[in-house]
């Protein structure tokens, strides 16, 4: 059942994303006075088709869920040539170079704009996020040597404001990718305000498809360890845990939270731990036995504690909410160059390359999670779309751009037997990195 699950929501996040970039090219050939053969969805033998229009455009599913095409009117193809006279007008290489730019570029720009549209309904809708007040931290961690306390709520990150745990992270391991200094803002106790600096060089360290803010020594705030539930015939039962007790101490030391309790107890198992208890006005001390977990071997006392972060609503109203999703948008373009950038000069691993394995594992996942994180996973995978497509190789629609560039600047077309030599080069480049992106895959996969 969760290989079908995953599956469909693979199905549901890439299909509508490779029909709106196929829509982008068509619309705009249809714009340019370009004819349109055929609309394909999926590649390799048509499985069904039908022809709709004035110009009897050819609407196909095929039979290779992989990607989609629009074929049009092309002298270049044979098949694709123009077998009346009166169609040349009509024939792509007849159009001016700006207009096959735009033809081209209407794909990419589609995938984007669809992204900054599904962010700006997400934000214009609310999101409920765990908010940016930080846990107790080691004082070992970079943050405390910083100069930040636990319970403080950073509201800034190099001057751009932060709302959300999921803004934090996004602005330091923007920080971390341009190897620059994080200075963060914070609110400490009643409104008072003080700023922390993490150097350089300790960003330029992180791993950024790692856990970056726990590198950092930040964890999430969480509520005092109130006793929310205690199961029967467990430890904490036996002991005498109450519902609405607070745990206070183990064994003299303090206990802050409930993920502090947790811990504490998953390192005892068997172990008589010394429980000091506030139960309305009484302070208790309870002995606590932990029962050993037959499976993973830590310890077990069968009760439910108060553990979940604080929560704010990240909402905006119509307007700031699609300037909100097109920085955005604009960020994630970047990062990713960036990134693409440092994979090539050898700073960031190629591991990262991820194919549709790892992409139909994380649909699933965030399908599961509920409808918004599976938009914001769809809004991701489009830029990522957007951007991969306008890489200068041949036979993706950056390649053909490229092309296009070196037109407009020596005013010629390239010569075609210099594109057919590209073109198969750009085939064999893609399935080498057709090829990592799938090992890859495999490799997180076993």
């Not at 803010?213 to 199961?231: C, E, F, S, T, Y």
């Not at 830590?298 to 119509?318: C, D, N, R, Y």
Request: with cysteine.
């Amino acid at each position: 059942m969760n290989l079908i699950h995953t599956l469909l929501a693979f199905i549901l996040a890439l299909g509508p994303l490779i029909i709106f970039h196929e829509l982008g090219h068509y619309v705009v050939a249809r714009l340019c006075g370009v004819k349109v053969l055929r609309f394909s969805i999926g590649m390799g033998r048509i499985v069904w088709s039908r022809r709709f229009g004035p110009d009897q455009t050819e609407w196909a599913i095929s039979a290779l869920p992989i990607g989609g095409y629009v074929k049009m009117l092309d002298a270049r193809d044979p098949s694709t040539a123009p077998t009346d006279d009166r169609d040349l007008p009509r024939e792509f290489t007849h159009q001016n170079v700006w207009k096959r730019i735009a033809i081209v570029a209407a794909g990419p720009i589609a995938n984007f704009i669809l992204a900054i549209l599904v962010m700006a309904a997400l934000f214009m809708h609310g999101k409920e996020e765990p908010g940016t007040r930080l846990r107790a931290m080691a004082p070992t961690s970079a943050v405390y040597m910083a100069g930040v306390r636990g319970g403080d709520v950073v509201t800034a990150v190099n001057g751009r404001p932060v709302q959300s745990w999921t803004e934090l992270r996004w602005e330091i391991v923007r920080a971390a990718i341009d190897k620059r200094a994080a200075e963060l803002t914070l609110r400490g106790t009643g409104t008072a305000t003080y700023r922390a600096v993490l150097p350089a060089d300790r960003m330029a360290s992180l791993d950024v498809d790692g856990d970056v803010l726990g590198a950092l020594g930040m964890q999430l705030w969480r509520p005092r360890p109130v006793i929310d539930k205690v199961l029967p015939d467990g430890a904490a039962a036996r002991a005498g845990l109450r519902q609405g007790d607070l745990v206070t101490s183990i064994d003299g030391k303090a206990i802050t939270d409930g993920i502090a309790f947790i811990e504490a107890v998953r390192g005892a198992a068997g172990k008589t731990l010394q429980v000091g208890v506030q139960r309305g006005d009484q302070q208790l001390m309870l002995a606590l036995t932990p029962d050993r977990d037959p499976q993973s071997g830590k310890g077990l006392v069968k009760l439910m504690i108060a553990q979940a972060p604080e929560m704010v609503t990240v909402k905006a109203g119509p307007l700031d909410a699609l300037a909100k999703g097109a920085q955005r948008t604009w960020e994630t373009s970047a990062m990713t160059v960036k990134m693409i950038a440092k994979m090539i000069v050898g700073e960031v691993s190629l591991k990262n390359v991820t194919g549709p394995i790892t992409i139909a594992d994380v649909a699933g996942q965030t399908a599961r999670s509920g409808l918004e994180p599976f938009l914001e996973f769809i809004a991701f995978i489009s830029i990522s779309l957007g951007v991969m497509n306008l890489l200068p190789i041949p036979v993706l629609d950056g390649g053909h751009l490229l092309y296009y560039s070196l037109e407009v600047l020596t005013g010629r077309p390239l010569p075609a037997r210099i594109g057919e030599i590209a073109q198969r080069a750009g085939v064999g480049l893609l399935f080498m990195l057709m090829a990592l992106a799938v090992f890859n895959d495999l490799v997180r996969l076993l």
